[in-house]
């Protein structure tokens, strides 16, 4: 018998897969739903201090091998998000999202979610195409230091950092997540990219550039986490084009402790979650490990 628990740090989840911050996590609703479908945990939408409505239509375009977004972190902003905490948190894990634009908005931001409920808190240094939050706070170690420190010294729930592939610096991101004391990273948000419309010569976003998710994100994905591993103490959470218990075990591999879904909640539908513990579970079975922490890393060997 194997065993799917997750490990990440202090946390035990029930089930190694969640859903990333981004898909079917708005609302309270929608995140009940995924835990109902398998997900042992639920990062909510990125939320900040003020409602934001987000960038114009069009904001999201399909493309070869994945999609590209750029939603521009839409939110009805930290004092209304309660309501949907409200709502989710009694029914499983939620991870809080948060973005911010420097030390004092995440921390107060993290001290929200803390009180709401969250079991963790995912700081959004990440985001590829939101100016002042994300990537351009997250690609500066000593602002990542500063912002991972004011958050650590304002909650007690653990604190991760989501962290971009839009940089050639990603092992000393890690390693200042770590140095202030964050309790894991997870790696990675969307590729920084655009799509453009020969018929218009124009970008097909309104804002131009998107961030790409997807299958054709895993390889990028796979080699972040597996560079991180060989540089950070800390756990892991992988996520980037996981649509199959394949693509989980090869995170897993290059060292993740867990994994997050975003884009193939939408392609393969919420299914997608029980079809990957059922997949993960028989290959466990037949390749002799006995938990996900088992074949944590098993690529490094
Ligand atoms: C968005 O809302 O634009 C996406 C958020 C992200 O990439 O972190």
């Given at each position: 018998m194997v065993s799917l628990k997750a490990k990440v740090g202090a946390m035990t989840f029930d089930k190694p897969g969640m859903v990333a911050s981004g898909i079917m996590d708005e609302t309270g609703p929608s995140m009940v739903r995924m835990l109902d479908c398998g997900a042992g945990a639920v990062v909510s939408k990125s939320v900040g201090l003020e409602p934001n409505a987000g960038h114009a239509n069009p904001c999201f375009m399909e493309t070869e091998g994945g999609m590209v977004n750029a939603?521009?972190?839409?939110?009805?902003?930290i004092e209304l998000f309660e309501e949907e905490m409200k709502v989710a948190v009694p029914h499983g894990r939620i991870v809080g999202s948060i973005y911010g634009a420097g030390p004092d908005d995440f921390r107060t931001l993290a001290g929200k979610m803390e009180d709401y409920g969250a079991c963790t808190v995912e700081l959004n240094l990440s985001c590829p195409h939101a100016k002042g939050y994300g990537m351009e706070v997250g690609t500066d170690p000593a602002m990542v230091k500063a912002i991972v420190s004011a958050v650590k010294s304002a909650v007690s729930i653990p604190v991760w950092a989501k962290l971009t592939?839009?940089?050639?610096?990603l092992p000393d991101i890690g390693r200042a997540v770590q140095d202030a004391g964050g309790d894991a990273v997870v790696a990675i948000n969307t590729l920084k990219a655009m799509v453009i419309s020969p018929e218009f010569a124009?970008?097909?976003?309104s804002n131009k550039f998107g961030g790409l998710s997807g299958k054709a994100l895993k390889p990028v994905g796979v080699r972040a986490v597996y560079d991180l591993r060989t540089v950070l103490d800390i756990p892991i959470v992988g996520v980037g084009g996981i649509s199959t218990w394949k693509d989980a075990a090869e995170y897993i591999m290059a060292g993740a402790s867990a994994f997050q879904i975003g884009s193939a909640v939408l392609t393969e539908g919420p299914g997608v979650f029980d079809t990957i513990n059922c997949g993960l579970e028989r290959f466990m079975e037949e390749y002799g490990y006995g938990s996900i922490s088992d074949m944590e890393g098993a690529a490094h060997e």
């Amino acid at each position: 018998m194997v065993s799917l628990k997750a490990k990440v740090g202090a946390m035990t989840f029930d089930k190694p897969g969640m859903v990333a911050s981004g898909i079917m996590d708005e609302t309270g609703p929608s995140m009940v739903r995924m835990l109902d479908c398998g997900a042992g945990a639920v990062v909510s939408k990125s939320v900040g201090l003020e409602p934001n409505a987000g960038h114009a239509n069009p904001c999201f375009m399909e493309t070869e091998g994945g999609m590209v977004n750029a939603m521009g972190l839409p939110n009805p902003g930290i004092e209304l998000f309660e309501e949907e905490m409200k709502v989710a948190v009694p029914h499983g894990r939620i991870v809080g999202s948060i973005y911010g634009a420097g030390p004092d908005d995440f921390r107060t931001l993290a001290g929200k979610m803390e009180d709401y409920g969250a079991c963790t808190v995912e700081l959004n240094l990440s985001c590829p195409h939101a100016k002042g939050y994300g990537m351009e706070v997250g690609t500066d170690p000593a602002m990542v230091k500063a912002i991972v420190s004011a958050v650590k010294s304002a909650v007690s729930i653990p604190v991760w950092a989501k962290l971009t592939p839009n940089t050639h610096i990603l092992p000393d991101i890690g390693r200042a997540v770590q140095d202030a004391g964050g309790d894991a990273v997870v790696a990675i948000n969307t590729l920084k990219a655009m799509v453009i419309s020969p018929e218009f010569a124009r970008p097909i976003l309104s804002n131009k550039f998107g961030g790409l998710s997807g299958k054709a994100l895993k390889p990028v994905g796979v080699r972040a986490v597996y560079d991180l591993r060989t540089v950070l103490d800390i756990p892991i959470v992988g996520v980037g084009g996981i649509s199959t218990w394949k693509d989980a075990a090869e995170y897993i591999m290059a060292g993740a402790s867990a994994f997050q879904i975003g884009s193939a909640v939408l392609t393969e539908g919420p299914g997608v979650f029980d079809t990957i513990n059922c997949g993960l579970e028989r290959f466990m079975e037949e390749y002799g490990y006995g938990s996900i922490s088992d074949m944590e890393g098993a690529a490094h060997e």
